[in-house]
């Protein structure tokens, strides 16, 4: 397993509200983990959501005594929504954060992961996949056919997100399992870089660098040179190939 990270401000926010973590090795009974998190809240209170939650995400894993991986992901993220609700009740300032969240794990040959928010998990093989469903009215409005895809893509409403942590005493994660093919590469990221880079040149970076640290510095520079509207953040993990069978 190769994995690397990085976040941006982009070219217009003067903070940093995105926060990202890899780790190849093992976190509590998980033998790897991936998160992204996209803050939202005046002054400092997104910045510290989306740090803080992953924060949480880290050491609720250290301590856990799930073993199965679906269990421990809905458990974290229900742990981790309670605390920043607490925290945010405890500081004025605090008041009204949330953030997305998107943690991944791989096991043998197998991708698990949970979204809530509008944060993206792509995979990249022989072409370029969205797995994760954006938790956002501009998605809803197309599943019930109100508009279609190509007009979300550039919706007034787009940043209008449905689901997300620190918002409500309960909060629904969608949990997946997806089989992994030799040479799939796993792609998290925020929205300040799906809004502002098409799949498909993501696909294009990812495939023609040297390295993911190359490719997710490209991913980076590129969403800023398309005009770096929002914070960027990234993770790009490659399960090794004696990791990975080839189905």
């Known amino acids: 397993m190769k994995a690397f990270c990085i976040t941006d401000v982009g070219q217009n926010r003067s903070m940093n509200q995105d926060f990202v973590f890899a ?19 005046g002054h400092k209170a997104g910045d510290f959501a989306s740090k803080y939650t992953v924060k949480v995400v880290h050491e609720e894993l250290e301590k ?13 993220v229900s742990v981790a929504n309670h605390k920043l609700i607490q925290a945010a009740q405890s500081d004025v300032k605090l008041e ?24 993206r998990l792509y995979l990249i093989g022989d072409k370029i996949k969205q797995l994760s469903k954006d938790h956002s009215l501009v998605e809803e409005m197309v599943r019930l056919g109100g508009i279609k ?11 209008i997100i449905t689901r997300a942590m620190g918002v409500k005493e309960e909060v629904e994660a969608d949990i997946y399992e997806y089989r992994l093919k030799k040479g799939d590469m796993i792609l998290m990221c925020t929205d300040g870089l799906s809004n502002m880079v098409e799949d498909e040149d993501m696909f294009d ?15 980076i520079e590129k969403a800023n040179s398309n005009g770096g509207r929002d914070n960027i953040g990234v993770v790009l993990a490659e399960p090794l190939a004696d990791e990975v069978s080839a189905w």
């Open 23 to 41: 780790s190849e090795t093992p976190v509590g009974n998980l033998p790897n983990l991936f998160v992204v998190a996209d803050g939202m809240g």
């Open 205 to 219: 970076i990812v495939k023609g660098a040297r390295d993911i640290v190359e490719a997710v510095q490209m991913l």
């Open 96 to 119: 009204g954060m949330g953030t997305t969240l998107v943690i991944a794990t791989v096991i043998g040959n197998t991708l698990y992961f949970s979204n809530v928010g509008d944060s």
């Open 149 to 159: 895809a190509e007009e979300a893509k550039n919706h007034p409403d787009k940043n």
């Open 64 to 76: 856990t005594e799930l073993d199965k991986p679906e269990e421990i992901l809905k458990s974290i």
